[in-house]
Protein backbone atom coordinates (compact mmCIF):
# COMPACT_ATOMS: atom_id res chain seq x y z
CA UNK A 1 0.00 0.00 0.00
CA UNK A 2 3.06 2.28 0.93
CA UNK A 3 4.35 1.87 -2.88
CA UNK A 4 1.23 2.19 -4.30
CA UNK A 5 0.97 5.56 -2.79
CA UNK A 6 3.91 7.05 -3.00
CA UNK A 7 3.99 5.88 -7.10
CA UNK A 8 1.20 8.38 -7.09
CA UNK A 9 2.77 11.13 -5.42
CA UNK A 10 4.36 14.22 -6.95
CA UNK A 11 7.60 13.15 -5.89
CA UNK A 12 8.00 9.36 -5.70
CA UNK A 13 10.56 8.37 -3.06
CA UNK A 14 10.95 4.49 -3.43
CA UNK A 15 12.84 2.99 -6.49
CA UNK A 16 11.32 -0.59 -6.11
CA UNK A 17 10.44 -3.22 -3.81
CA UNK A 18 13.71 -3.84 -2.07
CA UNK A 19 14.36 0.33 -1.42
CA UNK A 20 10.91 0.96 -0.33
CA UNK A 21 11.36 -2.15 2.47
CA UNK A 22 14.99 -0.68 2.99
CA UNK A 23 14.12 2.86 3.49
CA UNK A 24 10.83 1.74 5.74
CA UNK A 25 13.09 -0.38 7.88
CA UNK A 26 15.63 2.58 8.06
CA UNK A 27 13.11 5.00 8.89
CA UNK A 28 10.58 3.38 11.02
CA UNK A 29 11.98 0.42 11.62
CA UNK A 30 10.47 -3.38 11.35
CA UNK A 31 7.46 -2.16 12.80
CA UNK A 32 6.74 0.02 9.43
CA UNK A 33 6.74 -3.46 7.40
CA UNK A 34 3.86 -4.59 9.93
CA UNK A 35 1.76 -1.59 9.74
CA UNK A 36 -1.74 -2.38 9.71
CA UNK A 37 -1.19 -6.15 10.42
CA UNK A 38 -4.32 -6.57 13.14
CA UNK A 39 -6.44 -4.81 10.51
CA UNK A 40 -5.54 -7.06 7.72
CA UNK A 41 -5.71 -10.39 10.09
CA UNK A 42 -9.49 -9.05 10.71
CA UNK A 43 -10.06 -8.11 7.42
CA UNK A 44 -8.64 -11.18 5.94
CA UNK A 45 -10.04 -13.25 8.47
CA UNK A 46 -14.39 -11.89 7.70
CA UNK A 47 -13.49 -12.10 4.40
CA UNK A 48 -13.04 -15.41 4.01
CA UNK A 49 -15.69 -16.28 6.40
CA UNK A 50 -18.72 -14.47 5.15
CA UNK A 51 -17.14 -15.80 1.50
CA UNK A 52 -17.03 -19.62 2.00
CA UNK A 53 -20.74 -18.77 4.44
CA UNK A 54 -22.43 -17.14 1.87
CA UNK A 55 -21.19 -19.85 -0.76
CA UNK A 56 -22.02 -22.94 1.07
CA UNK A 57 -25.26 -21.58 1.96
CA UNK A 58 -26.02 -21.18 -1.89
CA UNK A 59 -24.47 -24.89 -2.66
CA UNK A 60 -26.86 -25.97 0.15
CA UNK A 61 -30.04 -24.67 -0.96
CA UNK A 62 -29.43 -25.05 -4.89
CA UNK A 63 -28.83 -29.00 -3.66
CA UNK A 64 -31.70 -29.16 -1.41
CA UNK A 65 -32.37 -32.99 -0.53
CA UNK A 66 -30.07 -34.37 -3.37
CA UNK A 67 -26.19 -33.67 -1.80
CA UNK A 68 -25.22 -35.50 -5.26
CA UNK A 69 -26.61 -32.50 -7.56
CA UNK A 70 -24.55 -31.11 -9.60
CA UNK A 71 -23.95 -27.70 -10.30
CA UNK A 72 -23.52 -25.98 -13.35
CA UNK A 73 -20.34 -24.22 -13.75
CA UNK A 74 -22.20 -20.39 -14.33
CA UNK A 75 -24.63 -21.16 -11.32
CA UNK A 76 -21.47 -21.89 -9.62
CA UNK A 77 -20.31 -17.90 -11.29
CA UNK A 78 -23.22 -16.64 -9.89
CA UNK A 79 -22.94 -18.07 -6.27
CA UNK A 80 -19.54 -17.01 -5.94
CA UNK A 81 -20.36 -13.32 -7.11
CA UNK A 82 -23.13 -12.95 -4.83
CA UNK A 83 -21.02 -14.64 -2.25
CA UNK A 84 -17.54 -11.49 -3.45
CA UNK A 85 -20.58 -8.67 -3.41
CA UNK A 86 -21.43 -10.18 0.62
CA UNK A 87 -17.62 -10.09 1.61
CA UNK A 88 -17.35 -6.96 -0.04
CA UNK A 89 -20.21 -4.91 1.82
CA UNK A 90 -19.41 -6.91 5.24
CA UNK A 91 -15.72 -6.07 5.32
CA UNK A 92 -15.05 -2.50 3.41
CA UNK A 93 -15.20 -0.68 6.84
CA UNK A 94 -11.75 -3.00 7.78
CA UNK A 95 -10.78 -2.50 4.14
CA UNK A 96 -10.39 0.96 4.29
CA UNK A 97 -8.81 0.59 8.23
CA UNK A 98 -6.13 -1.60 6.64
CA UNK A 99 -5.38 0.52 3.98
CA UNK A 100 -5.04 3.67 5.86
CA UNK A 101 -2.93 1.92 8.70
CA UNK A 102 -0.57 0.72 5.90
CA UNK A 103 -0.42 4.00 3.68
CA UNK A 104 2.23 6.56 3.74
CA UNK A 105 -0.10 8.32 6.19
CA UNK A 106 -0.18 5.44 8.63
CA UNK A 107 2.01 8.06 11.19
CA UNK A 108 -0.94 9.33 12.21
CA UNK A 109 -3.10 6.22 13.97
CA UNK A 110 -1.67 5.21 17.34
CA UNK A 111 -3.74 2.08 16.07
CA UNK A 112 -6.74 0.01 14.48
CA UNK A 113 -8.81 1.34 16.85
CA UNK A 114 -7.31 4.94 16.82
CA UNK A 115 -7.86 5.05 13.14
CA UNK A 116 -11.35 3.71 13.04
CA UNK A 117 -12.30 6.34 15.45
CA UNK A 118 -10.07 9.07 13.63
CA UNK A 119 -12.16 8.12 10.11
CA UNK A 120 -15.72 7.93 12.01
CA UNK A 121 -14.76 11.77 13.88
CA UNK A 122 -13.22 13.18 10.94
CA UNK A 123 -15.00 12.08 7.63
CA UNK A 124 -18.36 10.04 9.12
CA UNK A 125 -19.56 6.86 8.10
CA UNK A 126 -19.57 6.67 4.70
CA UNK A 127 -15.85 7.30 4.41
CA UNK A 128 -15.39 3.56 5.63
CA UNK A 129 -17.15 2.19 2.60
CA UNK A 130 -14.87 4.35 0.47
CA UNK A 131 -13.86 2.21 -2.97
CA UNK A 132 -16.90 0.09 -2.69
CA UNK A 133 -18.24 0.05 -6.22
CA UNK A 134 -14.77 -0.56 -7.83
CA UNK A 135 -14.06 -3.61 -4.98
CA UNK A 136 -17.23 -4.74 -5.99
CA UNK A 137 -16.32 -5.32 -9.38
CA UNK A 138 -13.17 -6.55 -9.14
CA UNK A 139 -13.72 -8.87 -5.87
CA UNK A 140 -17.22 -10.17 -7.63
CA UNK A 141 -15.43 -11.48 -11.01
CA UNK A 142 -12.62 -12.56 -8.76
CA UNK A 143 -14.36 -14.79 -6.24
CA UNK A 144 -16.53 -16.31 -8.78
CA UNK A 145 -13.67 -16.84 -10.94
CA UNK A 146 -12.04 -19.08 -7.71
CA UNK A 147 -15.29 -21.13 -6.84
CA UNK A 148 -15.90 -22.18 -10.36
CA UNK A 149 -11.88 -23.32 -11.04
CA UNK A 150 -12.27 -25.07 -7.48
CA UNK A 151 -15.41 -26.90 -7.83
CA UNK A 152 -14.26 -28.05 -11.45
CA UNK A 153 -11.13 -29.25 -10.06
CA UNK A 154 -12.46 -30.99 -7.33
CA UNK A 155 -14.49 -32.98 -10.16
CA UNK A 156 -11.78 -34.12 -11.80
CA UNK A 157 -9.85 -35.08 -8.57
CA UNK A 158 -13.42 -37.23 -7.68
CA UNK A 159 -12.44 -38.80 -10.69
CA UNK A 160 -8.78 -39.87 -10.65
CA UNK A 161 -9.02 -40.25 -6.77
CA UNK A 162 -12.47 -41.87 -5.49
CA UNK A 163 -12.95 -41.55 -1.62
CA UNK A 164 -15.80 -43.58 -1.45
Same mark, same amino acid.
Given at each position: ? !?? $? ?6 ? =? !? ?9 ? $????? /? ?12 ? !?? /? ?12 ? *? ?6 ? =? ?7 ? @???? /???? /? ?13 ? @? *? +? ?17 ? +????? =? +? ?6 ? =? *? ?12 ? $? ?8 ? $? ?5
Amino acid at each position: V !KF $IHDQTSAN =P !KYRGFFHGVRE $IVRTQ /GLKGTYQGLTATVL !KQ /GSNQAIRFYVMTSF *RNWYKGDD =PNKAINPVI @TGLF /GAFA /GAASVFGNTPLDVIK @T *R +MQGLEAHKYKSTVDCAVQI +MKHEG =P +MAFYKGTI =P *RLGRVCLDVAIVFI $IYEEVVKVLN $IVWKTD
